[in-house]
Every structure is written in structure tokens, then in C-alpha cells.
């Protein structure tokens, strides 16, 4: 695929996005630090550097400091911001007291959500926001009512969703003016439910598998932009210690290793380049924090435009640990 659902909305985005859960510190409230906005402004020039021109946030991230560092970057050097499409969530709301932590996609809470991420941005609008986890008490007509504010103030350009199915698209959608047109859902070689629903229809084995029966092919024919969650498997292929895993781990992990030296690329990109090569057009969300691991992704576009069947296939199956049905 050449052009991706995001382009043909308009969105001029990179194949790669970097993800910035990893930023701003700890999940806690302690200040941001000097090396806490180092670590944010090296990972921004690497990523830049390799084209990426795109991130993603979420509200609650490092409890709203990631975003907080990226508002400095900004202030600092304003010119970033029209260069980078921005995209942040908002939704889930962390434990106060004796109340749990829980979702939340009232009006009050997404209007608010943005207002306070705008703020921690330094920026006058978001270009797409998301729905993070689906609320059991949504009422699209509410989400609908704060859509429509956020698009008429010009605070938030476009919408989507995170780890939703089919039929809450659809649900929400009935009440929107305008089509969602992402959903970020966790997609890698090491979490492949994403594929093991369409290969166990009708079969026994795929009684364990939890996807959500359709997404992939509704995103595709209704030009949702995918976008995969954990997408470097948290380094398991790519050079952290897999001792400890799971033997078809450490066998994948091999191959990942063999593929890459064979074909003078780096681990991250035959990892990255496996998903890129589905037609679905998926955005990898890396959320590595780590310059020279964000530098290691760059040739991941190049491999899955060269990665074969055979090879594609391989890796699905030393990665799943049994053969296909
Ligand atoms: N929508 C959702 O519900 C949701 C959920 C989770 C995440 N996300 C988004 O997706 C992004 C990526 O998710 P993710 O961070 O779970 O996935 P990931 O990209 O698979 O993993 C990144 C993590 O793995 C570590 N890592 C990568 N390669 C490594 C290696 N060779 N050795 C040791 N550690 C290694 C990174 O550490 P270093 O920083 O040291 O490289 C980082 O902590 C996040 O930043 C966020 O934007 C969305």
C-alpha cells in the first residue's frame, strides 16, 4: 500500500509514529527534570531525523509530563509544531481517593481532557485525539456533542478511537457528523491476535484469541487508519535477554537476528517492517524513549516493501509457535 488511510484524509504523516509514553519521568508527580527534557529532545531529534513526523500522546502519560516536555520543545522552538501532526487521548482517569480507576467519555471530561492537554501541549489545537478505552457508560450522543464543540472552537482537527471493536465504532459513530478515522489497538509479533482471528474462523484453536471479529477488515474498507500499540514487542526481538521466555520467543528472536544481518538491517526493522508489510497500511507507535533504538527504526518502510511471503509467513509462524491450521 502506498498511500495510507491517514494521507487520504489529509494527514501528510509519516509511516512511523514515535509514541511518547516513555517520556517526562516517572508516573508520579515529581517535577520534570533536566535530563528528563534531554531525553525528550534527543528522542524528538532522532526521530526527526529518520522522517518521523509524528506523535503520539495521551493525557495521562507519565500523569500528563509527557506532554508537558513536549510543550517545552514547542515553546522553545515554535516552528516544530507545524512540522509534527500531533495526536493525544483522553478517556481513562487514574484512582482519586477511594474511586477507582475507571473510564470516562463524558462531555465535561473530554472537553476538559483537551483543554488540559492543549495547555500542557503549548499548542492552540490537537490534529487528531482519541478515545482511549472504551467506557462501558459511553453515549455517543454526548461524544458527539464534544466533538462537535472541539471541531467548531478549532481545537482538535479529527477523531478516533483506541482498543475499540467493530460494533463501538459503529455504536458512536451512528451519533457523529464525521468519520473516526483512527483505531490504535495493540498489533506486534509477539500479540497476534490481530492475525489469529482471520486464521482460526471456524476453528476450535481460536477460541482463545481476543481481536475483536472484523476490525481489520472494516478499518481497511472503511480507510480507518490501523495503528499498532507495542509494536517492537517491548525489545523482545530486538536485543533484549529472552532467557526467560517461551522457546518459539527465543527461536523468533533468532530468526528476527538472521533476517536482519542477511539483509544489512537492523532487528527493529524487520520487526516494524513484518507489520508495515500487511495491506491493511498499519502505523507502528514505537515507544522507545531511546535515541539510538528510535535511529535503529529508519529502514523499517524499505524492509516491508522488500519482505517477501515466505518470509513475512515465517516469522507469523515461528512467532505464534505452532503451525497454521
Ligand atoms: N492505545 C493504547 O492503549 C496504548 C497502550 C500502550 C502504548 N501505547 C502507545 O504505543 C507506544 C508504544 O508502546 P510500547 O512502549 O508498549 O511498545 P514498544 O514500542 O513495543 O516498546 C517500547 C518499550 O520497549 C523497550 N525496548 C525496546 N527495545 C528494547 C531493547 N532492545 N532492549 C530493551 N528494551 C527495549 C523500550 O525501552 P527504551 O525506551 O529504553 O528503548 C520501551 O520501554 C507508546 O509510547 C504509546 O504511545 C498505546
Redesign the pocket.
Known sequence: MNVIPLQQHGFNTSRLVL????FGGGWNNDPITDADMLKAEKGLDAALSIGINML?HANIYTRGKAEEVFGRIFKAKPELREQLIVQT?CGIRFQEGEVPGRYDFSKEHILSSVDASLKRLNTEYLDILLL??PDPLMEPSEVAEAFGKLKAQGKVRAFGV??MSVSQMRFLEHALSEKLIVN?LEM?LSHLHWLDQGVHVNQDAGTGVSFGEGIMEYCQMERVQLQA???????RF???SVEQEPEHIQRTAALVKQLAEAKETTPEAIVLGWLMRHPAGIQP??????AE?ILACQDAEQQAKLMTREEWYALYVAARGIHLP
Open positions: 509514541g511518547c509514553m516513555s503520539d487521548k482511549h478505552r483506541s482498543n490504535q506486534s500499540w507495542g509494536p517492537l514487542s517491548q525489545g530486538t536485543g533484549r507507535i514505537i515507544g522507545s524513549g531511546n533504538r
